[in-house]
């Protein structure tokens, strides 16, 4: 079974503009969990989708935004870049998101904001 | 308190000893434990799940569980320099209805040849 996909793996955007990140989740999970990792921080939860609903969300400004797909595929998206907002983002899947589900990680996409 | 508290270390042990990381949770009722391991600018990677109180072994790896203490460990035997890694601690807990996992702030495990 394929494991999560995340495009693109590397992205240079500069101050102001805006990005989208991808996910595939592993085929039949449809929670789909985004998180923002920079040095020296331990993981940050940004939010989880399930079946295209929003059912928790982290403490980050209204800029970072998501969805989710009919297909569980999964799209972030930040706007208005800030220099702070540079980190390496995960998406992670689980089947349901039940109290056994075990959670597995894309390998990540690399933002560099200049 | 934090929902899930790991120490940060780094904590260093020589080749051939047993690495022993800890990680205390909040939540009295939650179900599932995980660990992850992490190597620098890379993704999160599942080594062992744990459910029930007790221990789990895998390979290497021990998970111990006591959800009484609220206290769940990972014990490496034989520990590599290649297991040197940040080490996460994840715990499903319940938030507003649903389970979420949430993590520790991981500890950095050295293992020095």
């Known amino acids: 079974k394929a494991g999560v996909t995340q495009t693109p793996r590397y992205l240079i955007k500069t101050r102001g503009q805006q990005v989208t990140l991808s996910c595939s989740p592993i085929s039949g999970h449809r929670s789909v969990s985004w998180y923002q990792q920079t040095p020296g921080q331990g993981l940050q939860f940004l939010f989880e989708y399930f079946s295209e609903t929003q059912r928790n969300k982290g403490n980050f400004p209204g800029r970072f935004s998501g969805r989710q797909f009919s297909n569980s595929r999964s799209e972030m998206n930040v706007s208005t870049l800030e220099l702070g907002d540079s980190a390496l983002y995960l998406c992670?899947?689980?089947?349901?998101?039940?109290?056994?589900?075990?959670?597995?990680f894309g390998p990540g996409t690399r933002l560099t904001v200049l | 308190q934090k929902e899930v508290e790991q120490n940060s270390g780094p904590l260093s042990v020589p080749e051939g000893a047993i690495a022993s990381l800890n990680c205390t949770y909040s939540d009295r009722v939650s179900q599932s434990f995980f660990w992850y391991r992490q190597y620098s600018g890379k993704s999160p990677e599942l080594i062992m799940s744990?459910?029930?109180?007790g221990d789990k072994e895998d390979g290497r790896f021990t998970a111990q569980l006591n959800k009484a203490s609220q206290y769940v460990s990972l014990l490496i035997r034989d520990s590599q320099p290649s297991d040197s890694a940040t080490y996460l601690c994840a715990v499903n807990m319940n938030s507003g209805g649903y389970q979420k996992v949430t993590f520790g702030t991981g500890t950095k495990l050295q293992v020095i040849p």
């Open positions: 744990i459910y029930s109180n």
């Open positions: 992670a899947s689980r089947a349901t998101g039940g109290p056994t589900d075990t959670q597995y």
